[in-house]
T-cell receptor, first 120, second 112 residues
Framework: AQKITQTQPGMFVQEKEAVTLDCTYD???????LFWYKQPSSGEMIFLIY??????QNATEGRYSLNFQKARKSANLVISASQLGDSAMYFC?????????????????FGSGTQLTVLP | DAGITQSPRHKVTETGTPVTLRCHQT?????MYWYRQDPGHGLRLIHY???????DKGEVSDGYSVSRSKTEDFLLTLESATSSQTSVYFC???????????FGPGTRLTVL
């Protein structure tokens, strides 16, 4: 089973409007972290926002917010007031913590991404 | 910004040749990772390191080896490159605390 699912391969949004990018995850670990990254056409991976599984509040970073619904296992990214520069691929990722020890990976598992295009 | 550089940034090589990619970090982070990115797959973990000389396999480790002789350097080696290893390779380190991973600029490798 996929651990991270992003069901929207492509999304379009009008400039200045808000957009929600969907992410669902699958884990049996009680402790985990969820991340969103942006990858513009230039190719670099840019960290946007982080949500811990025990965090009571939804994470926010400027125009980015993470709509965390634990019971539904969803961690949707909301971008408010879209800008042309927001056009990029967006990846959701998860880190599972239960198995963490001194030698374990702390690795991220990524979804397949959503290509967002902001229209002028 | 975790001060991560990768070299080379682009490489074209032929099937069967050995290839080494280098990742260098300036933040003295303990954990380092190598991922590959292919269309439709997001990023997948190849190998990781949790300290000098301490490495382990990730999800897609076949055909790759790694070494870490210094905290700041993590090398990825393709012993005998194949066309299926044509990909973009990213190095990453962990920020202590939230364990947020920060990525290097990537290396685009083409195996002909």
């Amino acid at each position: 089973a996929q651990k991270i699912t992003q069901t929207q391969p492509g999304m379009f949004v009008q400039e200045k409007e808000a957009v929600t990018l969907d992410c669902t995850y699958d884990t049996s670990d009680p402790s985990y972290g969820l991340f969103w990254y942006k990858q513009p056409s230039s190719g670099e991976m840019i960290f946007l926002i982080y949500q811990g599984s025990y965090d009571q509040q939804n994470a926010t970073e400027g125009r980015y917010s993470l709509n965390f619904q634990k019971a539904r296992k969803s961690a949707n990214l909301v971008i408010s007031a879209s800008q042309l520069g927001d056009s990029a691929m967006y990846f959701c990722a998860m880190r599972e913590d239960t198995s963490i020890s001194s030698g374990s990976a702390r690795q991220l598992t990524f979804g397949s991404g959503t290509q967002l295009t902001v229209l002028p | 910004d975790a001060g991560i550089t990768q070299s080379p940034r682009h490489k074209v090589t032929e099937t069967g040749t050995p290839v080494t990619l280098r990742c260098h970090q300036t933040e003295n982070h303990r954990y380092m990772y190598w991922y590959r990115q292919d269309p439709g797959h997001g990023l997948r973990l190849i190998h990781y390191s949790y300290g000098v000389k301490d490495t382990d396999k990730g999800e897609v480790s076949d055909g790759y080896s790694v070494s870490r002789s210094k905290t700041e350097d993590f090398l990825l080696t393709l012993e005998s490159a194949t066309s299926s290893q044509t990909s973009v390779y990213f190095c990453a380190t962990n920020q202590p605390g939230t364990d947020t991973q920060y990525f290097g600029p990537g290396t685009r490798l083409t195996v002909l």
